[in-house]
């Protein structure tokens, strides 16, 4: 079982990362959940969020507190967001709260 507070397997100390996921060897994951099929590039730093089938996170990016199936671009920061399928973050947005898409269609 995973701890979804905490990012980790009950009992271990360990980080939930799957083994089809890529993380680069300069990237930082923290009390985070990485799916197969995700992708941490280059000295990205991921805490407390889950990054699903098919997130992508760019060189230098941050995120924090969020749920990620999109695109997060090179030295982008997305925290207490949730991205879905097909959402994309531009390299070096900030992005703080949001839904994106967002659900009401604004």
Known sequence: NIDLVTGR?????????AAGAHVDDTA????SVVDDGATVSADAVVERSV???????GA????????????VGDGAVVV???LG????????EHLV??????????
């Open 9 to 17: 397997r009950v009992g271990q100390t360990c980080d939930a990362v």
């Open 28 to 31: 930082s994951v923290t009390a």
């Open 51 to 57: 990054l699903l089938h098919g997130a992508h996170v």
């Open 60 to 71: 230098g990016a941050r995120v924090s507190g969020s749920v990620v199936m999109g695109h």
């Open 80 to 82: 207490d967001s949730v």
């Open 85 to 92: 399928a097909g959402a994309v973050v531009d390299a070096g």
């Open 97 to 106: 709260g949001h839904r994106r898409p967002d659900p009401d269609g604004a």
